[in-house]
Each structure stands twice: as C-alpha cells, then as structure tokens.
C-alpha cells in the first residue's frame, strides 16, 4: 500500500509563488518587447504622431530642436517604448490578476474585473483627452504669450518629460471614479458622506491639478473639471451600487425571519435539552 503524499511544505509553497511571479513577469516583458519590436521601425513615425500638437501651433519658422547627440536617436525610441508599454496595459493588467484570482474570494473577483477593465479604459480616456484637447490648448496658449523677441524652440527630450508627465496626470486623474466606487464597497466610506463633503473635494482636486499641470490656468482648469465631474460619476455609481446592496441585505433578512425561522427555532430546541424539556412540559 502506498504513503499517501505528504503535505506541500511552506517553503515549497513560496517558491511555487516566486516562479509564477517570474513567469508572469517575462510573459509582461516578452509582451512589451514583441510590441516594441514591431512599432521601432516606425518609431519616427510615432514621434511625429506625439509631436503633431506642438507642431500644429509653432509659428512660421519655428521647430523643435536636440541639443543632445544622440536624442535624435534615443528620443523617438524612447516615446516608442512608451508606446508599446501602453499598448500592452490590458496584457499586463491580465498577468497581474493571473497570478493574485487564485487567492481571491469569489465575491472578489467578481468585483475586480469590472474595475479592471474601467479602470482600463478610464486610463486610456485620460490619456486620449490630453493629446486632442489639452495638448493643443496649452501650447497654443504658450505660443501666444510669447515675449518679443523670443523664439520658441522646444529640445524633444524636454517635450518627451512634458508629454510623459501629463499623459501619467490625465490617466490618474479619470481614475477618481473606480477610487470612489473601491472606497463605497469596501465601507471606507459612505456615499452620502463623500456627497457631503463635496466643498472639500472641489478644493482638492483644483489643488492636485496645480501639482500636475504646469503652471497656468488653462491646463488647471482642464484637468480639475473632468475630475469633478467624474467624482459625480463615481459618487452616483457608488450610491446605485450601496442602494442595491440594502435592498439585496434587507431581502436576505426578510427571507429568514419568514420562511426560515420556525426551522432554526425547531433546529435550536433539538440540539438544547433543557428548552426540549420545558417544550414538552408546556404541551
């Protein structure tokens, strides 16, 4: 007869853990270089296409221009790269619930996809709303409040930090509705408390704008008025979900006390001998 197989020991475990960690991180590299591979020869093209705001608004003999030897090179790969990071956010995002579904409840999970996949597309809105609205907005302001005599000639790897970091800005901030709605269902915070504190929240998303966009006006007001009203989205989508989980609470309860009472009572005064014995001394 054979020995029954014995228990996994945790350090067997952990390494089980440490290896699926290292495929899911190749399979994430592998899926950003394959991209990368594909869009580097055309990585011109993508700098052309990420530059195209700027160079809509220049004035007549304006450019852009390297003061660097090699960021004529490294530049458009650079942007290249981003673009294929960015490219394989859904891939990636895949990877990193692969290996953190297992240990989740089933409740978990069917809460996390949807935030996934919305916070995805939040991400990407983000990003979309930068390059068509914000992007030509701000730098025609810029060229318009040029002093006399000054010309504007932008170095691409200043460009390159400047788009990074709004693109980064704007597809955080269009996340404020998925941070709502974590903040509703895990009972860190009420709806209507969020609702009431609303003066607060104005304040503070015109304050984080003034941190991530550069300093003017316009590029504040773009970023703080789409955040507030995505807070508004957030905030009815997390009250339509807290007014379903009351009613689905309140059903439950109804349930029991009507149709399964009398069972639990009955069950209860079985497995209780001294409530068994003053029942048959009644009867």
Same mark, same amino acid.
């Given at each position: 007869m054979s #020995? $029954? @197989? =014995?228990?996994?020991?945790p350090e067997s475990g952990f %390494?089980?853990?440490l290896i699926e960690l290292r495929n899911r991180l190749m399979y994430a590299l592998g899926a950003v270089g394959a991209v990368f591979l594909v869009l580097a020869p055309f990585s011109n093209r993508v700098y052309a296409f990420i530059a195209q705001p700027l160079m809509d608004v220049l004035p007549p003999g304006m450019s852009m221009i @390297?003061? #660097? /030897? @090699?960021?004529p *090179? +490294? &530049? $458009?790969?650079? *942007?290249?790269l981003a673009a294929a /990071? &960015? +490219? &394989?956010?859904p891939f990636l995002l895949y990877q990193i619930w692969a290996f %953190? =579904? $297992?240990? +989740?409840?089933?409740h978990e999970k069917r809460m996390v996809v949807p935030l996934v996949v919305s916070s995805v597309l939040l991400f990407y809105a983000g990003m979309a709303f @930068?390059? *068509?609205?914000v992007f030509p &907005? %701000?730098?025609k302001v810029f060229v318009d409040f040029l002093p006399p005599g000054v010309q504007m000639m932008t170095d691409i790897k200043s460009y390159l930090d400047f788009v990074f970091s709004m693109f980064f800005a704007f597809g955080i901030a269009f996340e404020v509705p998925v941070a709502v709605v974590i903040l509703s269902s895990t009972g860190m915070v009420n709806p209507e408390t969020l609702a009431e504190k609303r003066p607060y929240v104005i304040v503070g998303v015109f304050v984080v704008a003034a941190i991530l966009t550069p300093p003017d006006v316009a590029s504040q007001f773009l970023l703080a008025i789409p955040m507030l009203i995505l807070f508004e989205v957030g905030l009815f989508v997390a009250r339509l979900l807290h007014r379903r989980r009351s009613e689905s609470e309140k059903a439950e309860h109804k349930s029991l006390t009507d149709t399964e009472m009398t069972a639990v009572l009955d069950t209860y005064e079985q497995e209780n001998p001294v409530r068994r014995q003053r029942k048959k001394r009644k009867e």
């Open positions: #020995e $029954p @197989a =014995a228990n996994p020991s %390494v089980s853990h @390297a003061t #660097e /030897v @090699a960021s *090179f +490294l &530049t $458009p790969l650079k *942007f290249t /990071v &960015t +490219l &394989t956010i %953190v =579904a $297992p240990g +989740l409840y089933k @930068a390059y *068509f609205v &907005t %701000v730098f």
